[in-house]
């Protein structure tokens, strides 16, 4: 009986940093090959243990025989997501399919390539990659709001902020009305608490989508941003009741929630991802087609020029 597609999710991740790995190469070195998807494998010798477990189970082939069709599996799904991913994004896809060789052509906005090099740092907590989240986490504010209308507006709340804020002085712009994110801490909570007790609560960004005045009832998008490996671990938040309790009455309409990701997350992880967080997922595909569709023109070739400033400094690294 052949597995799901949902049993096969598991496979999903692996098969997209591979494919991460050679578009980052070919964005360095304007080509790569799509054999080098098996290259960390074969270098870790991940391959030679596979090949090894399968030939003790087969019985009937010798391990290099399982290592050339592992090999030749792995290459053959990384090159799948690298058509699947020109086939959504198409003209916005930032590479180009030559035969066996991805060729590098940069985008419009910069933003595939920077949210690449994002996902492929060796860290994000380290320099020059320190910078990468908080450079993602107010762009994708930005487009977020874009996505939801023209009469939205856009508000950062992740920490760090800038310029530096505590929670209430942060969240302060959302009360413009005396029925909605009225500032009144649950008892025995600080009526402004400091950032070692509060940073973001976390929540990285609000969008607020407004009815065209000023009276109470609009609807809030709630937005989490994680750019680690990690980020999946992340998929509860923002946690409502955490922010709840510092407003009363916090809302009229309960809030949405937007996660955000600088990975291309496979077509059953990311249903997975909408059905554990509850929330409108914004993968880097998703945030690629804002940028380059929605994104107002004037805007573009500023934010490209940024985009790609971080995104070689990465790869020049």
């Known amino acids: ?11 999903e991740p692996r098969v997209s940093a591979n494919a991460d790995q050679v578009e980052f190469g070919a964005m360095r070195f304007i080509s790569s090959v799509i054999d080098d998807a098996a290259r960390d494998e074969i270098f870790s010798g991940e391959l030679d243990d596979e090949a090894e477990l399968e030939s003790s189970v087969e019985g009937d082939r010798h391990a290099w025989q399982q290592q050339d069709l592992a090999q030749e599996e792995l290459v053959g799904s990384t090159l799948l997501e690298i058509k699947r991913r020109a086939e959504i994004l198409g003209k916005h896809y930032p590479f180009e399919v030559i035969k066996n060789k991805l060729e590098y052509r940069s985008s419009s906005t910069g933003f595939y390539e920077f949210c690449l090099a994002t996902a492929c740092a060796p860290s994000i907590t380290i320099k020059p990659y320190v910078v990468f989240p908080r450079i993602f986490e107010r762009t994708v ?4 709001r874009e996505y939801f209308g023209p009469h939205c507006s856009a508000l950062h709340t992740g920490w760090p902020r800038t310029p530096k804020k505590r929670f209430k002085e942060a969240m302060s712009r959302l009360a413009e009305n005396k029925y909605e994110w009225v500032w009144s801490p649950e008892h025995g909570l600080d009526d402004d608490p400091p950032y070692v007790v509060v940073k973001d609560e976390p929540v990285d960004f609000v969008i607020t989508s407004r009815l065209m005045d000023q009276r ?8 989490q941003c994680a750019c680690g490996d990690d980020w999946d671990s992340k998929l509860e938040e923002p946690d409502l009741p955490r922010i709840r309790k510092w407003f009363s009455p916090p809302w009229i309409i309960p809030p949405i929630r937007a996660f955000t990701t600088p990975f291309v997350l496979g077509d059953e992880t990311l249903r997975e991802a909408s059905r554990r967080s509850q929330s409108i997922v914004f993968d880097r595909i998703r945030l690629t087609l804002i940028s380059e569709e929605i994104l107002p023109h004037q805007i573009r070739k500023s934010m490209k020029r940024r985009m790609l400033h971080f995104a070689s400094t990465a790869s020049k690294a």
């Open 1 to 11: 009986m052949r597995p799901s597609p949902y049993a096969l999710r598991t496979e």
């Open 141 to 144: 504010t930005g487009l977020v």
């Open 216 to 223: 109470p009832g609009n609807l809030y998008v709630l937005g």
